[in-house]
C-alpha cells in the first residue's frame, strides 16, 4: 500500500477535530444529573463521535490517493525471452530479387516484418524485446510480455529503412536489455541482418563477454542476395592485401561464442520462414517470468465510503430532536 | 407581566415575631395594639391612657393598674433566589419562551408588591455561586427598588456557574425571624442543600420549587439530541425513546420526593411552580400550611 500524495496524510490529525470541538447545536438543559445514565444514548453518542472521525479520515485518506503497489506474479510458461535486432539499413529497403512465392517485389524488411509478427504471435509465454539499428542501436521495446506492444513494434520496422549497418551497436543494446531481467533460463537474440558490418576489436570483446554472462545464445538470420557470397563458404579466400569479407569475419568471430550460436541464411521469403520456424523450434523451454499485476486505485473506494458515513450522519440528523426549544 | 397587573397573594405567620416597627403580624412588642396580655402597674408601665379602673378599684393595695396590649408588628419578608445556570431553562409556556429566572421574579415581584401591601420590609438575595452583591435588596418597606431589581432579573442571563452560593446566604439575613420565600430550582447535591437549610432554621422559610414541565414531562417522544449542563459544561447524546422518558420522568418525580421528605424533615412544605406562577395558589399554601 503506499500513496500518490502522502503529504495530505499530515492533515490526518484534523480528524480527530470533532473529538475536540463539541457539537454546536447542543440544547442547554437544567441539570444532567437529573438524566439518569443511559448506556445507549451513550453508545450513540459515542458513536456519531467516531462516524465523523471516521469520515473526515477516509476523506484525507481519499485526497491522499492510496494504491497498492504493483505485485509481480511468477508464472511458468513454455518460451523464451528474445530480442529481436533488426537492420533497417538502406539495403533492407530492396525486395528479395527472384521470388518463388508469388509476391513480387516484397522489400526485405517487409518479409522480415510479416514473417516475425506470424512468430511473435504464435509464441504465447515469450518475453520480447526489439532493437533495431543502423548507423546506431534505437531502443525501441524493452523484455515484456505484452504482446501487442511486440507486434506493433515489429511493423513499425517494416517502414522506410535508414542509412548503414552498425550491427555491433545493435548487439550490445540487444545485450543491454537482459540486462535487469531475471534469467529465465532462455534468452535468445535474433539478429536479422543483410550483410555485414565490421566490428572493431574493443567491441568484439565486449559483446563476447556481454554474451557469455548474459547466457545469451546468437542466431543469426543473413538475408543474401542471390549470387551473394555465403557466410558458410569456408574455402573463400580474399584477394591478396585484402581483408576476409565483412559476413566471413562476422561468422567465424560469432563462432567463438561459448554459448550457442546458429546461422542462417534466407535468399527468399520462403528461407527466411524456414529459418524462422527452426528458431521457433529451439527456443521451446520452459521457462519461469514474472507477470505485472497492476495495483488498484483505493481512493474511490475511501470517498464512497466516507459517502456513505456521511448518509448515515445525515440519516441520525434526521432523527434529530427539532421540537425541543430551549 | 407589567407592574401594574403583579398579583398579590395574602400570607399570614405561624409565629409571633418582635419587631418594633407596626405591621400586621403577631408581636411580642408592648404597644399600641388590640391584643391584651395581662396588667402591671402604673409605675412599672407608665402610661395613664391605658390604667384599667376596674382593676385599680378591686385591688385592696390601691396600686393603680395598667392594661398590657401586644401591637402588631411589621415583619421582614425576603426573597433568596437562586441565579445559577440551571435557572436560565426555560420551555414553552403559553406558546412563548419562559426562562425559569423570568418565572423567579415574578413571583419576586409578586411577593414584594404582597409584603409591602402587609406593610412588611421587603428584600431580595441572589446567589449563583457566591452570595452576588450586586444583587441584593436590602430589607426596606418601599418596594420600588426591590421591584425594580426584580424587572431587572427578568432579563438576566445567569452565568454558567453552579448554585453552591446557598450556603452563605444566612449570613445576608437579619437576626430577627423572617419570612423567606426560597426561589430554586433545586437542581443542587441534596447534601449541600441540607446543610445550607440547617443554617437557615432561624428562619420562616418557604421554598418555591420551580420545575419546568419541558424537562421532564414535555420531552420530545423519539429523537436524538445534544444537552449540554449550564453550570458544569458537560455535553451529554441523548436518544430519547419511550423507555426513556419515563426513566427520566421516574427520575424526576423520585428527585421530587426526594426534596419534599428533604423539606419536610426541616418542617417546611415546599411550594411547586410549574408552568404559570399562581398567586392564589400561594394564599391556597399559607392557609393549608401555616397556622392562623
Known amino acids: ?326 | 407581566m407589567s407592574i401594574e397587573n403583579i398579583k398579590e397573594f395574602s400570607y399570614h405567620i405561624g409565629w409571633r415575631n418582635r419587631g418594633r416597627h407596626p405591621g400586621r403580624h403577631a408581636s411580642t412588642q408592648r404597644g399600641m395594639g388590640m391584643e391584651f396580655i395581662g396588667h402591671t402597674s402604673l409605675i412599672s408601665y407608665p402610661d395613664p391612657r391605658r390604667i384599667d379602673l376596674r382593676q385599680t378599684i378591686r385591688d385592696p393595695m390601691e396600686q393603680v393598674y395598667v392594661r398590657l396590649f401586644n401591637q402588631k408588628s411589621a415583619t421582614p419578608v425576603f426573597v433568596i433566589c437562586d441565579l445559577s445556570g440551571s435557572m436560565n431553562f426555560g420551555g414553552q409556556v403559553n406558546g412563548k419562551h419562559e426562562r425559569k429566572i423570568r418565572k423567579a421574579a415574578d413571583i419576586a415581584e409578586s411577593i414584594a408588591r404582597s409584603a409591602t401591601r402587609n406593610s412588611d420590609p421587603f428584600g431580595f438575595v441572589g446567589f449563583d455561586e457566591i452570595v452576588r452583591e450586586d444583587w441584593i435588596s436590602t430589607a426596606s418597606f418601599k418596594s420600588q427598588r426591590a421591584i425594580e431589581l426584580a424587572e431587572r432579573l427578568k432579563e438576566y442571563h445567569p452565568e454558567p456557574v453552579s448554585g453552591s452560593g446557598i450556603a452563605d446566604v444566612w449570613r445576608y439575613l437579619p437576626r430577627e425571624r423572617s419570612l423567606v420565600f426560597l426561589i430554586s430550582d433545586f437542581h443542587m447535591p441534596l447534601k449541600e442543600l441540607e446543610s445550607s437549610l440547617a443554617n437557615l432554621l432561624r428562619h420562616h422559610i418557604v421554598p418555591v420549587v420551580l420545575w419546568d414541565a419541558d424537562e421532564y414531562k414535555n420531552l420530545p417522544e423519539f429523537g436524538i439530541t445534544a444537552v449540554t449542563d449550564p453550570e458544569t459544561g458537560a455535553k451529554r447524546t441523548l436518544f430519547l425513546r419511550k423507555e426513556y422518558r419515563d426513566k427520566i420522568i421516574a427520575s424526576f418525580e423520585a428527585r421530587r420526593e426526594a426534596i419534599y421528605k428533604l423539606f419536610m424533615q426541616f418542617d417546611m412544605p415546599p411550594f411547586y411552580v410549574e408552568g404559570d406562577f399562581d398567586a392564589d395558589a400561594l394564599t391556597e399554601y399559607f392557609h393549608q400550611f401555616v397556622a392562623a
Open chain 1, 1 to 326: 500500500m503506499s500513496f500518490s500524495h502522502p503529504w495530505v496524510l499530515w492533515l490526518l490529525p484534523l480528524a480527530l477535530l470533532p473529538l475536540v470541538f463539541q457539537r454546536a447545536h447542543s440544547k442547554s438543559y437544567s441539570w444532567l444529573d437529573m438524566l439518569p445514565a443511559d448506556p445507549l444514548s451513550d453508545l450513540i453518542g459515542l458513536i456519531l463521535k467516531i462516524l465523523a472521525v471516521l469520515i473526515l479520515t477516509f476523506i484525507i485518506m481519499g485526497l491522499s490517493a492510496p494504491h497498492s503497489n504493483q505485485q509481480l506474479v511468477e508464472r511458468i510458461g513454455v518460451g523464451a525471452q528474445i530480442t529481436l535486432v533488426l537492420d533497417r539499413s538502406a539495403s533492407m529497403d530492396d525486395p528479395f530479387s527472384g521470388t518463388s512465392d508469388g509476391i513480387v517485389g516484397e522489400s526485405k524488411s517487409a518479409a522480415a516484418s510479416r514473417l516475425i509478427t506470424q512468430f511473435v504471435q504464435s509464441r504465447k509465454n515469450d518475453m520480447l524485446g526489439m532493437i533495431t539499428f543502423s548507423n546506431s542501436a534505437m531502443y525501441v521495446l524493452p523484455l515484456t510480455e505484452n504482446k501487442e506492444a511486440a507486434v506493433a513494434a515489429v511493423r513499425a520496422t517494416a517502414g522506410n529503412a535508414l542509412f548503414q549497418t552498425n550491427i555491433g551497436s545493435g548487439l550490445t543494446s540487444a545485450a543491454g536489455l537482459f540486462d535487469k531481467v531475471p534469467d529465465s533460463g532462455s534468452r535468445a537474440v535474433v539478429l536479422l541482418s543483410d550483410g555485414a558490418g565490421r566490428i572493431d576489436a574493443n567491441t568484439q570483446q565486449k559483446i563476447k563477454d556481454w554474451y557469455d554472462r548474459m547466457h545469451l545464445s546468437l542466431y543469426w538470420i543473413v538475408l543474401k542476395q542471390p549470387g551473394g557470397l555465403s557466410i558458410f563458404n569456408e574455402n573463400y579466400v580474399p584477394q591478396e592485401d585484402q581483408p576476409l569479407p565483412p559476413e566471413i569475419e562476422l561468422h567465424d568471430f560469432f563462432k567463438t561464442f561459448k554459448t550457442p550460436f546458429n546461422a542462417y541464411e534466407a535468399e527468399n521469403p520462403k528461407t527466411l520462414q524456414l529459418a524462422i520456424d527452426d528458431i521457433n523450434r529451439k527456443e521451446k523451454k520452459p521457462i519461469k517470468y514474472l507477470e505485472k499485476i497492476p495495483g488498484k486505485d483505493f481512493s474511490n473506494l475511501c470517498f464512497m465510503i466516507a459517502a456513505i458515513l456521511i448518509a448515515l450522519l445525515l440519516g441520525v440528523k434526521y432523527l434529530e430532536v427539532k421540537t425541543w426549544k430551549n
